[in-house]
C-alpha cells in the first residue's frame, strides 16, 4: 500500500512539474501575441518568494523602442523597475494593466548599456510567471550615431601633473595599446580581430531573419589594460548589438597604452562584423 502511495505521489508530482512547464510555454505564447509588431528578445522565467524580488542584468541598445510584459495570476500581484547601472531611479514608472492579467510598458533607450530589471512579487504567496522583453524594429532609431567627445584639457600647468594625464581618456598616444602580447599595432589589431570573430555568436533571430552588417563598438582600455564603458555607436539591430557588447566585454587584458611614459586610458572605435557566409 505504501508503495503505490508512494507511486502515485511520484506520479502526481510528475504532472505538476510538465504542467507548470506547460503553464509557461502557454503564458509566453499568450504575451508574444500582445503585440504582433513587436520582435521577441528574451524571456525570463521565474518563482519568487513572497513579497521579495529578483533581479537580471541586461544589454540594452540606444534609439529602441523596448516592450516589457508580465503575466500576474491576480491584479497587482506583480511589479518590475529598471535601472541604469547605479542609479537609483527607476526607469519605467508609468504601466499599464491589460486584460487577461497582463501588466505591460514601453521604454525608449536613450543610451547603450547594461541596465538592471527588477521583478517584485506583492503578494503573499510564492509566485511563478513569466516577463517577456520584445523590442520595435525602428529605422530612423537604429541608424543613429551616438557620438561621443573627449575634451582634452592644454593647459600645461594641469598637463604637467601625472595624475591628470592618467585621468584622461586618449584618442592617439605614443604608445597605443597592445592585444594579445603582440611587437606591433597592425598584429594586435589582427589578434584582437580573431578573437572577435571565434568568440561571436550569431543571433538565432538575425540568422532566422538574414540580419547582418558592422556594429561599431567603442571602448576604453584603462590604464591597468581592461575594457571598459563599451557602447555600440553606430548600430546595426538589437540582437547584433548586444552579442558585439557581450564579445567585447570577454576580452583578455591589454597592454595598456603610454603617453610620456605612462600607462594612460585610451579609447577605440572597432567595427564587429557579421556575415552569415560561410
Known sequence: M????????????????NLTAQDSEAILDKLN????????????KFEIEPNSNVKY????????????AIYQNHAKQFDFELYKDKSETNLVTEKNEFP???LKTNYFNKHTGVYHLVIRN?????????LLLSFFEKDDAINNEEIVTIEKNNNNEQNSNPNQINDEIFVVVEQMPIFGGQKSQAESTDMFR???????????????????????????VDK???????KVVRSVHPSLDQE?????FTSPRWEPGKQRGQAVNVSYTFPIIFDLTE
Open 122 to 130: 506583492k503578494s503573499n504567496t510564492l509566485a511563478k510567471s513569466v
Open 194 to 220: 580573431d578573437f572577435i570573430a571565434k568568440n561571436i555568436i550569431y543571433p538565432e533571430e538575425a540568422k532566422l531573419k538574414q540580419i547582418k552588417g558592422r556594429v561599431y563598438v567603442s571602448f576604453v
Open 2 to 17: 505504501k508503495k503505490i502511495i508512494f507511486i502515485a505521489i511520484t506520479l502526481l508530482f510528475g504532472f505538476q512539474i
Open 224 to 230: 591597468e589594460g581592461y575594457i571598459k564603458t563599451a
Open 100 to 102: 487577461d492579467q497582463i
Open 57 to 68: 542584468s541586461i544589454l540594452l541598445s540606444k534609439g529602441t523602442y523596448y516592450e516589457f
Open 244 to 248: 558585439a557588447l557581450r564579445v567585447v
Open 33 to 44: 501575441r500582445l503585440d504582433e509588431k513587436s520582435t521577441y528578445l528574451k524571456d525570463f
